[in-house]
């Protein structure tokens, strides 16, 4: 019984085998080099596709701000630094101290206030990246108003940083001051770069940044006519579009000379007391006039016979604030179709709007980021905040700095007058603001935009993009491979089973 059932599978398998060719060593050997040979192919065309472990090329930006200088280091992907890479803030960092215009009388500390953080940008860049790193430093405001003040100095405190700068082994392009033009226009360039907008092609957001010593709005307006003032229009032409933006600096409208503004409006008599609604009640401070006289966005204001101190006094009331902030704005002249103030052109506002550096410092401390808020409801806050005593203010927030801390009821009243009664900002318009210090991990700010420009990383054309991506190109590669592999199999099990019927020698 088992003899027969063992002679019946002999001759099973041997029909089998007649039947399905894959049992011959032939095809056996041919399936085996087949499958060696997809796997090559696969493993080839991945290995000869897949990206290399990322590198990285860095780029090193100074913001010398007319309040404090900071160190910013960006990072992009070594192969793609001309189109598609993405361009990320890797590290930042604050300078001690005040800004290098503040160094007038002694230039060669502006040079050396800057050592520590360029110290800590050379431990943060890999060392063999260090030779091809470009590191600029632009200057704002700060050493505007100085070189409007004593070109000497402002000459002497460049070179004393340019000095310092070379020392390090980064590859040294120059220290400027920047046009304010520039300033408002390379902001807008990195809030619309960051949220992506410049590639794609969306409609871009406009930018509002506020500064010590000066302001900057920039908007690609609706309908803009460039010739009402050439002065206020940039254009650039960046992936493959055309961008007519409308920006304009107003030098002095930072928020530390306004304040000065605001202060000498108080003190146009000479008075050696002032009762200052926006500051805080029981805040009591003695200043010095010369002090506070000696900027040029004052200086010729400066009453004749005052002493040399003042008192001044908080008396915190917001409404009477909001009278004299608003005085430091003049809205009597314009010449053009429709102004903001001063007689400086602007035209309609249009779409949403990204509002950085002091502009966030302050709201986000007194708590009022949230534009979906009424502007009476921000008003109403920002008023309560005001009348808080001094004494009160300091207690709750013991971890702030005190200067920072008297200065937001007045900073809060600038903010809201300058985009208000400024920019003609409406209540309904209030909510297109947006309050913002960081886009997708990166600073809001001009330094981002100057990089770009100067290292030409957004081309003025759309770049050609690789018809797949990697992962595309291998799957289509190792289908194709498994689709030949099986029509060969098809193939075979067609014709060989003519040859397996040959007769058999038994
Ligand atoms: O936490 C902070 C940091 C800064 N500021 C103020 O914000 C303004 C702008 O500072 P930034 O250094 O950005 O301006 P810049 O120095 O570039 O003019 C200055 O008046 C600073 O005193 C502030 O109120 N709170």
Redesign the pocket.
Known sequence: MSAQRAAGSLTDCREMKEKNPWHTPVTISITVIGVIAIVALVTVAVLQNKPVPQKYKYGIVL?A????TALYIYKWPAEKDNNTGRVEQEHSCKVKGK?ISSYAETPWQAGESLTECMEDAVKQVPTKRHFETPLYLGA???MRLLHMENSVASDKVFQAVEKSLQKFPFSYQGARMLSGQEEGAFGWVTVNYLDDRLKQGLETTGALD?????TQISFVPKNYIISESPSNSVTFRLYGNDYNLYTHSFLCY???QVLRLALAHQTKSGPGEIADPCFHPGYSESKNYSVLYDSPCVSDRKPQGAPVTFHHKGEGNFQQCQEVVKNVFNFTSCKYSRCSFNGVFQPPLHGQFGAF??YY??MDFLNLTDTSVPLTTVKDKLAKHCATPWNQIIQQHPEIHVK?LA?YCF?GAYILTLLTEGYNFTSESYSSIKFIKKIKGSDAGWTLGYMLNLTNMIPAEAPDSPPLPHAGYVSIVTVIALLIFTLFIIFLCRFRPSSSKQPQIV
């Not at 506020?210 to 000066?214: I, K, M, R, V, W």
């Open positions: 913001d701000g007319s309040s404090h800004g704002t405001a700060g506020l500064g010590g010593a000066s930072g928020k530390d550096s002091a410092y302050v920072y200065e900073s």
